[in-house]
Structures are given as structure tokens and as C-alpha cells.
């Protein structure tokens, strides 16, 4: 395989598992950039894949099904930093207390990720061949803009006084 199209399907892995995230936690009407929308974050690539009604309701039945297992990956994730935080915030800094919890949350994070990989790939299926091509080519544009952000203009670089 190409090592363009690896780098695309990590970035559509990448994609996927945040949709996954925020389409399992957020509510109907939740925030997003520019204000509040009533479609999932799927919604973004929904539009521009053309999904039928069909593809829709497969995609939906693939993250209710994955819900429970996504749920307390992400409970945990919740949980171990909101430890670490209790951490800093009463005492001086232990790495001895730190370490343990940090590891813990490395496995999570493992865990989490392969099960994002998994429903990514089981969401890609759903795809029909145009539209897998379609989402290669929306992911590289997204990712080549993450990589090379613009620079800010002189009025957002420095501060008002």
C-alpha cells in the first residue's frame, strides 16, 4: 500500500474516532465551531459523501452498537484525569503517584484506540467506492490545513492594549 494511502486511512482513523467520541457523548443540539448544529459531527462528511438514508441508518446502528463499548474507554480516560488533576491541586508534585495513573492511562488510550480503529473500519464498509475515494480526498485537504495552519495576520499576532 501506498504510504499516501496509509497516511490518509490514519487520518480518516484519526477522523472517525472523534466523530465516534462526540456522537456517543454529545447531545442532539451540541456546540460546534461557529455555533450549535443538529447533526452529528458525521454530518460534516455526510453532506459532502452524499450519504443515502440507508447509509445513514447503518452508520447510526454501527455507533449505537459500539456505544457500550467506547463509553467506559472514555469514562475511564475522564476518570484517571481527573485524578491526576486532584493530584497537582493538593500538594506538591509526586511522580510516585503520578507514574501509576499515567500508565494506566496510556492502556486506556491503547484500548480506545483500537476499538476507534475497529468502528472506523466497520463505518468505512458502508461506503460505497466513489465515496470512499471522496473521503481520501477530504481527509488529505483537512490534514494538509492542520499541517500547514495560515500565519496569523499582524492584527491577531499582537495583543490590544
Same mark, same amino acid.
Given at each position: 500500500?501506498?504510504?499516501?494511502?496509509?497516511?490518509?486511512?490514519?487520518?480518516?482513523?484519526?477522523?472517525?474516532?472523534?466523530?465516534?467520541?462526540?456522537?456517543?457523548?454529545?447531545?442532539?443540539?451540541?456546540?460546534?465551531?461557529?455555533?450549535?448544529?443538529?447533526?452529528?459531527?458525521?454530518?460534516?462528511?455526510?453532506?459532502?459523501?452524499?450519504?443515502?438514508?440507508?447509509?445513514?441508518?447503518?452508520?447510526?446502528?454501527?455507533?449505537?452498537?459500539?456505544? $457500550?463499548?467506547? #463509553?467506559? =474507554? &472514555?469514562?475511564?480516560? +475522564?476518570? !484517571?484525569?481527573? /485524578?491526576? @488533576?486532584?493530584?497537582?491541586?493538593?500538594?506538591?508534585?509526586?511522580?510516585?503517584?503520578?507514574?501509576?495513573?499515567?500508565?494506566?492511562?496510556?492502556?486506556?488510550?491503547?484500548?480506545?484506540?483500537?476499538?476507534?480503529?475497529?468502528?472506523?473500519?466497520?463505518?468505512?464498509?458502508?461506503?460505497?467506492?466513489?465515496?470512499?475515494?471522496?473521503?481520501?480526498?477530504?481527509?488529505? $485537504?483537512?490534514? #494538509?490545513? =492542520? &499541517?500547514?495552519?495560515? +500565519?496569523? !495576520?499582524?492584527? /491577531?499576532? @499582537?495583543?490590544?492594549?
Amino acid at each position: 500500500m501506498k504510504a499516501s494511502v496509509k497516511w490518509v486511512l490514519a487520518a480518516l482513523a484519526l477522523s472517525v474516532a472523534t466523530v465516534v467520541a462526540v456522537s456517543q457523548t454529545a447531545a442532539p443540539g451540541h456546540w460546534r465551531r461557529g455555533g450549535m448544529s443538529r447533526e452529528p459531527m458525521f454530518g460534516m462528511f455526510a453532506r459532502q459523501l452524499d450519504l443515502t438514508a440507508q447509509q445513514r441508518t447503518q452508520i447510526h446502528q454501527i455507533l449505537a452498537k459500539e456505544k $457500550s463499548a467506547v #463509553q467506559p =474507554l &472514555m469514562e475511564q480516560v +475522564a476518570q !484517571t484525569r481527573y /485524578q491526576i @488533576a486532584q493530584l497537582a491541586l493538593n500538594g506538591p508534585f509526586d511522580e510516585s503517584q503520578v507514574r501509576p495513573l499515567a500508565a494506566q492511562q496510556t492502556q486506556t488510550m491503547q484500548d480506545l484506540i483500537v476499538q476507534r480503529a475497529r468502528i472506523e473500519s466497520e463505518l468505512i464498509q458502508v461506503l460505497r467506492s466513489d465515496q470512499k475515494t471522496k473521503l481520501s480526498q477530504l481527509l488529505a $485537504s483537512r490534514q #494538509q490545513k =492542520l &499541517m500547514n495552519p495560515p +500565519a496569523p !495576520t499582524p492584527s /491577531q499576532a @499582537a495583543p490590544n492594549p
